[in-house]
């Protein structure tokens, strides 16, 4: 019997169409699935970023030093990462403060109003505000946002902290964020 005397046959006919149906069916839950896993868990319409940053020294005059903070945005996704806002901070670590050290000592004796991180005294902070579509990062570069502090020259020790607001994220609070400590006294 010709292949297409087996076709002609009305059975055959209904065992393809049934089949195809399976076939359709089948190729439905596997796009699905996949489409779950790539979207889905994989989260490919969130950004996700990974930031670093550096702290340079430079003395200025009149006991002035110039601190000049590289905060580096990689965009670690498959989807483009827009910047809205963020900031960067620098906070005194050394030499204490009077009120720091009496902060300290209340914090060593009392274990119910320990936060935990310090909180440092602040220098200088600023922020950043960008126009929509202004600063962008494509999958898989990187971008460079530069934060320039003056403080005065016997700061020996300080906190630098950067975060930028996921734009993605509009009535929450998340973004990325990172912090370092910087040793002054050995300036680079």
């Known amino acids: 019997m010709s292949f297409f005397a087996w076709l002609s046959d009305e059975g055959n006919i209904s065992m393809l169409q049934w089949l195809q149906g399976v076939v359709t069916i089948v190729a439905i839950a596997v796009g699905g699935a996949w489409a779950y ?8 319409k969130y950004p996700r970023a990974n930031l670093t940053q550096d702290l340079r020294c430079y003395p200025l005059r009149d006991n002035k030093l110039l601190l000049r903070a590289t905060v580096r945005i990689c965009n ?10 963020g900031l960067s901070r620098v906070q005194q670590v050394l030499p ?4 720091l050290v009496a902060s300290l000592a209340k914090r060593i004796h009392d274990d119910d109003a320990c936060e935990p991180e310090v909180e440092w005294p602040l220098l200088e902070e600023w922020k950043v505000a960008f126009k929509k579509g202004e600063r962008e990062i494509e999958p898989g570069e990187s971008d460079e946002l530069h934060f320039d502090f003056v403080v005065d020259s016997d700061v020996q020790v300080v906190v630098l902290y950067s975060y930028l607001k996921n734009v993605r994220k509009r009535k929450r609070e998340i973004g990325w964020n990172v912090t370092s400590i910087y040793d002054l006294r050995s300036r680079s």
Not at 37 to 44: A, E, G, I, N, T
Not at 76 to 85: K, M, Q, R, Y
């Open 76 to 85: 670690e996704s498959e989807v483009l990462l827009s910047l809205a806002s």
């Open 37 to 44: 896993l790539l979207f889905v868990r994989r989260r490919q």
């Open 96 to 99: 204490c403060t009077e009120d």
